[in-house]
């Protein structure tokens, strides 16, 4: 079991797996080489990216994202502003501050290679860190993955786990479940619903006011992007030259209000979604949810339903996001949440998935209603590719996200209005989606060589 504040993780865009996971990655390890070797032992630093990090990762920031790591900044708190001058000052100067104390000489060009023709084993998100002393000679070599929503894991932790491995063994709960199935007996064994049985495995990471001081944080840095997002205009970044729409969307909308309530929730629900994910995409702080590429569903559902007047009903918003949580948690124990690896059913499915739960259980769900509302938000979604146009989380992720909200109040209700037992259940169509994942073509799955990539010029 992982905890809720892990799989919501506050980040940087545009990528949970090609920045965040990245960024943590490189200060892991120059923090491993000061363990072990010392700070002042290192000469060089050479990074090498591989698979979808290698085929995406400039249009998705990895490049930088490393050289931020290195810095020793942290996703979750650095300025936006600050982590690219300090990208800049790199490439500028030809020189980097390991962890913000060592400087050593680091040419991009030759420090930083994307592998194009490498292809990982056990994961498409793969990078080797290797770091020299002063003579030339190797202190060490790691490789690593970045497997989606900003988790990351090294081989021997995918091939061989030991029992002290923290990314591995997770914590033990009260209230454990590895399934569908299994949560639903849980609940129906405690009497408690499914944010109340997230909030009591939660206890053995922190004490519960902590856990719902975090959930706050969350929710509010989830408001704060909308913000953000309806106040800027604009081009987002790259050669696509796409313009930021929800800000006029935003004042249109404004300017006419309509008398079509289903009309104007689609609106609504579009907006905060886009502007999410606009965001996203020009690199602000987001909160992976369950990936920054899917960033924008699970906020675009808690502003629109629990808000009101521009504030936030703090007990409506706790108790959506400890929903989306463990629904979560199931895809990411039982597939994956990595585009590389499931495509865009394993981001946007998921996470359309997990929303669609929340708002069962704000609708007052049983806990049989809400898992029949993910499995419906996951069912119309499988198959869904990952294909960035440029190897930009802009077309078509952006409206992806709108859709996919949209989508998630649709099977809420559908979960809601149903008088019988679904005839598929959350564990089968999490399965089904893993399987989807595993025979889809690599072309489909984050690496920009099929689908819309290949057929919209980039430039």
């Avoid at 050593?104 to 194009?116: E, N, S, T, V």
């Avoid at 309806?230 to 909308?253: H, W």
């Amino acid at each position: 079991m992982i905890s809720a504040l892990d799989l919501f993780r506050i980040g940087l865009g545009p990528s949970s797996s090609h920045t965040v996971g990245p960024m943590r990655i490189c200060t892991r390890f120059v923090q491993g080489v000061e363990e072990t070797a010392g700070l002042d032992a290192i000469g060089r630093v050479l990074v090498e990216l591989q698979g979808s990090l290698a085929l995406t990762g400039e249009g998705h920031g990895t490049p930088d994202a490393c050289l931020m790591g290195l810095s020793g900044l942290a996703p979750e708190n650095v300025d936006p502003q600050h982590a690219v001058d300090v990208a800049a000052r790199v490439r500028a100067s030809g020189q980097i501050d390991v962890l913000g104390r060592h400087r050593i000489a680091f040419d991009p060009a030759m420090d930083l290679i994307l592998d194009f023709s490498a292809m990982p084993d056990l994961h498409p998100n793969g990078m080797v860190l290797t770091a020299f002393d002063t003579h030339g000679a190797q202190i060490t070599r790691q490789e690593y993955f970045s497997t989606g929503g900003g988790f990351f894991s090294t081989r021997r932790q995918l091939e061989q786990p030991a029992p002290d491995d923290q990314v591995v063994r997770g914590r033990q709960v009260p209230h454990p479940f590895g399934s569908g199935a299994q949560l639903l007996e849980v609940c129906a064994g405690t009497g408690l619903d499914i944010a109340g049985i997230m909030l009591a495995n939660e206890g053995v990471w922190r004490p519960e006011a902590e856990t719902l001081g975090g959930l706050d944080a969350v929710a509010d840095a989830m408001n704060q992007c909308i913000d953000r997002g309806l106040a800027r205009d604009g081009f987002l970044p790259g050669p696509l030259k796409v313009r930021r729409r929800a800000r006029s969307i935003y004042e249109s909308l404004l300017s006419r209000p309509q008398d079509n309530q289903a009309e104007t929730l689609m609106d609504w629900l579009n907006l905060y979604a886009m502007a999410v994910n606009e965001e996203n995409a020009s690199g602000g702080r987001v909160v992976t949810a369950p990936t920054n590429g899917a960033a924008g569903i699970i906020p675009s559902l808690l502003r629109h339903y629990c808000c009101e007047g521009g504030a936030l009903q703090v007990a409506r918003a706790r108790r959506y996001l400890l929903t989306c949580a463990g629904i979560g948690l199931l895809y990411k124990q039982r597939a994956s949440i990595s585009g590389a690896e499931m495509g865009c059913q394993g981001e946007v499915g998921v996470a359309c998935s997990m929303a669609a739960a929340g708002l069962a259980a704000l609708w007052g769900g049983t806990p049989e209603q809400v898992c029949a509302a993910a499995e419906i938000g996951m069912e119309h979604n499988l198959g869904l590719t990952c294909d960035p146009v440029g190897g930009l989380v802009q077309i078509p992720c952006i409206e992806r996200n709108a859709i996919a909200a949209v989508k998630a109040v649709n099977a809420a209700k559908l979960a809601l209005h149903a008088g019988e037992t679904p005839r598929v259940s959350l564990d089968q169509v999490i399965e089904t989606m893993r399987q989807t994942g595993i025979d889809m073509s690599s072309k489909y799955k984050e690496t920009s060589q099929g689908g819309l990539a290949i057929n919209v010029v980039a430039c």
